[in-house]
Each structure stands twice: as structure tokens, then as C-alpha cells.
């Protein structure tokens, strides 16, 4: 298992597939400029199966989440999902996506073993959400949205990211959009992973915030916290329940102590954290012949010196070198 030297054991891993986009969202990339990694650098679709194979057969890896960058623009996803839903024991097979190609691609993902997707939605008018991530695509991703809803991918879970005198109005709009489709919305507060490195912990919109504009308009009900487990968000019953609304505050109320995850970049970094500095390399020792075991002794050993949390509040913490889109969500 991956364990680390604080007890927490890794069964969710979140693997990154591509460091490209086809949005450039303020709060995580630059409008131009910033260099995608070279494609000998990137895992093949093979690699990518691989690992997860690894993880999965040898290491208790139960939950694997597609990201990126976008993962809907990677070749051969439909492909690395089929061939991981066919692993045995199955792991649970989640995709996280802006949602801009869902439309296309949903019903393939769901017959070749998908799950479930995240999809992203900061705003629903169509003015910030061009001013937000520099493209007119906002009917793709509600198109793409209400796509996975119908292949079957549920249940449907919305992120949204809420940002000081830019979209932070929009939180009681987005819950009755979300209500009236079905879908699952969870809240993220901003975190230090842009690639401009602008983030301000003073303008950060927080999960205090963001409760109290939703409470001015909806009943909520703390849902037992028993059953959050190791899930990031903290949930609230709307109205009297079942629909729930999810806040992740990664900042304000960190859950780095029951923290289930593992990460590999696209280029094959095991990652601990979001937020870590340091990188283990797979790729370099499984292009050279590593067998499995000596692979998932690696990963063991990254994973063993796991940090306490991810450190933001300490005085001098810095943020990572990589960006979200480069890391993986």
C-alpha cells in the first residue's frame, strides 16, 4: 500500500493525461505564453496504463480521476479508459473536464467504462465567461454537461471557482442552475496554483463567504460528516435534502489529515500533494526496464515522505513551480 509516515494511506490516485487546454481560465493560466511540455516528455497511452495497472494490482489504488490540463484532448483516452475498466479489481474510473468536448464524447467514454465526470463552471453568463477563460464556449460546456448527464455519467458534479468582484455574485445563481439539472455543485476556494503566480490570500473568496451568500437564500443542513470520510468538500443538504451543495476549502479548512490521494503528472511525476515541491520520477527508470515491482518501490518510497499538509499557512511557504494545469486537478 502507499503509506505514508503519518498512517494515511493513497487509494485514490488523480492522473494527469495532457498539460494542454483549450480554455485559458484567469486564475490558472496566462492568455499566452506559456510552454506545454515537449511530447517525448509525455506518457504514451501504453505508459499511462501501465502505472495505473501498477497502482491498482500492487499498490491498492481503488479510484483513478483522469485530468489535466484538459484530458478530453488527449488521444487515445477512450482507449486508456477501456483498458483500465478492464483491470481487475475494477477501480472506481472518474474524468474531471472543463466540458467544452463532452458533447462528443460522452456516450464513448460511458461504454468503455467511465463512471462519472467533474465538469467546471465558473459563470453562466456568457460575457464572463468569455472574460474569464478568453473563449466564447460557454453552450459547449452546458451542451457537454447535459451530454454526460444523458450517457449516464452521474451523478453530474460541478466545480466552481468564485473570485472577489470578478463572479462571486453568481453563488445562489449557480445552485438553482445546478438544482434544476440535477447536478452536484461543489464550490472551490482559489488556490496558489496559477501559473502567473497572482494568487492573493487577502481577495480570496472563502468558504465563509460563500456560505453566507448561499444562506441568504437556501436552507442548509450540515450532512453527516461521517460520511464525508476523505472526500475534499464539505456538504450542506439544500432545502431539506437530497440535493447537496459541496464546499472545498483548501485553504481556509484544510482536510490534509485524511488526505487519500496520490498524483502522477502527465510526464510520469509521482506528485504527494498539490502543493509539493518535489517530484519522483517514473518514466525515466520505466523507459529504462524498471519491472513492476521495482516501479511500485518507488512509488512506495515518494509516497512514505508525504508532508503533514500542504503547508500554506506556514511563513514560508512557496508556491509550486508547476501550474494547476501542468500538475493535474
Not at 485530468?67 to 483498458?83: F, K
Not at 502543493?275 to 511500485?296: H, I, K, N, V
Request: proline share 6%; net charge negative.
Amino acid at each position: 500500500m502507499l503509506v505514508d509516515r503519518y498512517g494515511r494511506i493513497a487509494t485514490d490516485l488523480r492522473l494527469s493525461l495532457t498539460d494542454r487546454c483549450n480554455l485559458r481560465c484567469t486564475y490558472c493560466m496566462p492568455e499566452e505564453g506559456l510552454e506545454w511540455l515537449p511530447k517525448p516528455e509525455i506518457l504514451t497511452n501504453d505508459e499511462v496504463v501501465r502505472l495505473v495497472r501498477i497502482g491498482v494490482e500492487r499498490l491498492g489504488i481503488r479510484e483513478v480521476r483522469f485530468t489535466g490540463g484538459e484530458p478530453l484532448l488527449r488521444r487515445g483516452l477512450v482507449d486508456i479508459v477501456a483498458e483500465c475498466a478492464a483491470l481487475r479489481p475494477q477501480p472506481d474510473l472518474s474524468l474531471t473536464t472543463n466540458a467544452v468536448g463532452l458533447t462528443k464524447t460522452a456516450d464513448a467514454l460511458a461504454a468503455a467504462g467511465l463512471h462519472r465526470v467533474n465538469g467546471s463552471l465558473d459563470t453562466l453568463r456568457p460575457d464572463r465567461f468569455e472574460a474569464l477563460t478568453r473563449r466564447n464556449r460557454l453552450d459547449d460546456v452546458l451542451n457537454g454537461l447535459a451530454a454526460a448527464d444523458a450517457a449516464g455519467l452521474a451523478p453530474v458534479k460541478v466545480n466552481a471557482v468564485l473570485m472577489r468582484d470578478v463572479n462571486d455574485d453568481e453563488a445562489p445563481d449557480l445552485l438553482s442552475w445546478a438544482l434544476e439539472n440535477g447536478y452536484e455543485l461543489r464550490f472551490i476556494e482559489q488556490m496558489p496554483l496559477d501559473a502567473q503566480h497572482g494568487w492573493n490570500r487577502e481577495t480570496m473568496v472563502t468558504a465563509g463567504d460563500i456560505l453566507a451568500s448561499l444562506q441568504e437564500h437556501f436552507e442548509l443542513t450540515p450532512d453527516d460528516p461521517e460520511e464525508r470520510g476523505s472526500a475534499p468538500a464539505e456538504r450542506w443538504l439544500v432545502n431539506g435534502g437530497p440535493a447537496r451543495v459541496g464546499i472545498i476549502a483548501s485553504v481556509t479548512r484544510p482536510f490534509c489529515g485524511t488526505c487519500d490521494r496520490t498524483r502522477l503528472t502527465a510526464d510520469g511525476q509521482v506528485r504527494t500533494c498539490l502543493f509539493a515541491r518535489e517530484e519522483s520520477d517514473l518514466r525515466t527508470p520505466m523507459r529504462a526496464g524498471a519491472s513492476d515491482a521495482e516501479l511500485a518501490e518507488r512509488w512506495e518510497i515518494a509516497m512514505a515522505g508525504k508532508a503533514a499538509g500542504h503547508g500554506i499557512d506556514d511563513p514560508g511557504f512557496l508556491q509550486p513551480d508547476r501550474p494547476m494545469s501542468s500538475i493535474g486537478g
